[in-house]
């Protein structure tokens, strides 16, 4: 069992830190606060993602940029990571008669934030959580879903794949479960809290580009687009010499399209040089492999409660990916957490580190928010301007 808070001192390798949810921003966070000393308990509800097999859902690659790297490399993952992902260099452009137009992240010599790297989160989570397990004074719980707690008493209530529950308390719980976060539905239950959630009417979809005569099908060190008025589709390379090709379209337009054939005649149409590159057949496949997954973005404030919890990543502020921020912004969140630590040395406190967290973070949280969401919004309101859309698109991506 746990420690209680009557057994804790004031000094931190006795205080127990709960991170709720083992994602990229949890097993990250959880290593921030195992480096400060703190006995860390990460329970993720999932099973060990680097023992499963089959993992259900999302594969998403993502882009990481000046801001994520700067998170990694104050717990010493930076190098480790980076070397696990492709450099992109530049955006490449495919036009519907399959044109190819080359646009750079930045001027000559001007030093570009948005130049970024391409990693697979799952690797990266699986990295995240070996790196996490390598302190002494870190211990990972899988299949604990979060059901219920306690801002009172910092008493969490885990359910287990066998039936059984759990209870355990810490001094501090840290949310990083998601965009969906049960943690937060606590906060949702107390006055002057502030949440608003916006599904956007566009869904996604992933598809597979496999490699040819074992080399990238097109060229790796890019990020390709597909520009096409009320939709668009993105290409980002993985290490497996695989792309990752990215569908965006409003929900109404990917039901509208039911059998094999309506795929293949929406991509004749479209993304006539993807049939080759995919296969018709894959096509026909896996466009009904898995519906379209929806977008969300929620806004909140304050982002902690007294001095039991705080709420980081995507539990905090899901955004929409049309400024390819998230995982970032929710890195940058560990980072400024941990700089107030310093700052204020480590103290939990009612009046001191979380509510300096919330005053700090929730702005600029919230302008991450609004750029991505202007973006889309932008996107779609000028869908006949094609010189528009297009400055737009380079903009988000
Ligand atoms: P998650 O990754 O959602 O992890 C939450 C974890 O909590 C999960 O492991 C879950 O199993 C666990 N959990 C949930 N509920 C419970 C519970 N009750 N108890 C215990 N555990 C629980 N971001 C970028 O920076 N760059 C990009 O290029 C980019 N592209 C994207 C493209 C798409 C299509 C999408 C949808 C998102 C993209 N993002 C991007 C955003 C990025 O994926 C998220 O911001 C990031 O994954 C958030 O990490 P997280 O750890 O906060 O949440």
Sequence with gaps: SISTMEETTSRSSSKVVAVVGGGLVGALNACFFAK????????????????????????????LSHRGRQALQHVGMEEKIVSQGIPMNARMIHSPSGKLSS????????????????????????????????????????????????????????????????????DLIVGCDGAFSAIRKQFL?????????TYIPHG?????????????????????????????MIALPNLDKTFTCTLFMPFEEFE????????????????????????????????????????????CSPYHIGDKCVLMGDAAHAVVPFYGQGMNAGFEDCVVFDEMMEQFKEDLSKCVVLPEYTRVRVPDDHAIADLAMYNYVEMRAHVNSRWFLFRKLLDSF
Excluded at 38 to 62: C, M, P, T, W, Y
Excluded at 218 to 228: F, K, S, V
């Design 36 to 63: 400060r000393g703190f006995q860390v308990e990460l329970f993720e509800a999932r099973e060990d993602i680097r023992r499963a097999r089959h993992v259900k859902g999302r594969s998403i690659n993502l882009a």
């Design 103 to 170: 646009i750079p992240y930045g001027k000559k010599g001007q030093v570009d934030f948005r130049k970024e790297t391409c990693l697979m989160c799952r690797p990266v989570r699986c990295f995240a959580l070996t790196e996490a397990e390598t302190y002494p004074n870190m211990q990972l719980n899988f299949d604990h879903k979060l059901q219920d707690w306690s801002a009172e008493t910092g008493l969490m209530t885990f359910a287990r794949s066998d039936g059984s529950v759990q209870e355990i308390q810490a």
């Design 189 to 197: 239950r107390r006055s002057r809290f502030n949440y608003s959630q």
């Design 204 to 232: 996604y979809m992933e598809l597979t580009m496999p490699p040819v005569h074992g080399e990238f099908a097109m060229e790796p060190n890019y990020l390709h687009i597909w520009p096409r008025n009320t939709f668009m």
């Design 256 to 299: 509208k399209i039911t059998t094999g054939e309506e795929v293949m005649e929406f991509f004749h149409r479209y993304f006539p040089d993807t049939i080759p590159l995919i296969g018709a057949d894959a096509l026909k496949r896996d466009y009904f492999r898995l519906p379209a997954q929806a977008m969300v973005s929620v806004k």
